[in-house]
């Protein structure tokens, strides 16, 4: 089965730092990786995508990278702002199934 | 309106009550999950559907079921609900594997058993 699992579970850093959430998984047979925000109380947000064959994607001031063969994938969030503050999650296709991670809270400080 | 809607988005019912909760959406795509979020637990699968003929068991189905009413509609229920059922859940949707794959989320459904 399938195991998600992100690093840190919490994070709190000051206005305007560049910060880095990681994400790792077992089985590399994916057909592709999804980071989400979620505001407390709320939906999940999809940001970025990755398919299995690709590397990084970007968006924004968001940058999503994929080594699918060590089994890991990155968010990175270049000058965080306190609107940035939410829990983030990564997830993974495994054909049909989707797997998560219990998320990373982040709290940007202004 | 949102491509993936929930209802009811919040409920209180009591132990032994039958609840139904509703998903539907307009995004057109086959794939179709619940789930439920506990703090602390993540996101952990109940029921999934690739067609109306098609209906997949997760990994914590125990005490509820599905129906799977057209390609759009996909029901939770608890037949009789007891209070650790009390939690967050969410309906999403994918299109098929093949096409970009990304899985979209409604807004929730917030349900509390006294």
């Known amino acids: 089965k399938q195991e998600v699992t992100q690093i840190p579970a919490a994070l709190s850093v000051p206005e305007g730092e560049n910060l880095v959430l990681n994400c790792s998984f077992t089985d590399s047979a994916i057909y592709n990786l999804q980071w989400f925000r979620q505001d407390p109380g709320k939906g999940l947000t999809s940001l970025l995508l990755i398919q299995s064959s690709q590397r990084e994607q970007t968006s924004g001031r968001l940058n999503a990278s994929l080594d699918k063969s060590s089994g890991r994938s990155t968010l990175y969030i270049a000058a965080s702002q306190p609107g940035d503050s939410a829990t983030y999650l990564c997830a993974v296709d495994n054909f049909n199934k989707f797997y998560f991670g219990s998320g990373t809270k982040l709290n940007v400080k202004p | ?114």
Request: charged share 25%; with cysteine.
């Open chain 2, 1 to 114: 309106d949102a491509d993936v809607t929930q209802t009811p988005r919040n409920r209180i019912t009591k132990t032994g009550k039958r609840i139904m909760l509703e998903c539907s959406q307009t995004k057109g795509h086959d794939r179709m999950y619940w789930y439920r979020q506990d703090p602390g637990l993540g996101l952990r699968l109940i029921y999934y559907s690739f067609d109306v003929k098609d209906i997949n068991k997760g990994e914590i189905s125990d005490g509820y079921s599905v129906s799977r009413q057209a390609q759009a509609k996909f029901s939770l229920s608890l037949e009789s609900a007891i209070p650790n059922q009390t939690a967050l859940y969410f309906c999403a949707t994918a299109p098929p594997v093949g096409s970009s794959g990304e899985l979209f989320f409604g807004e929730g459904s917030r349900l509390t058993v006294l």
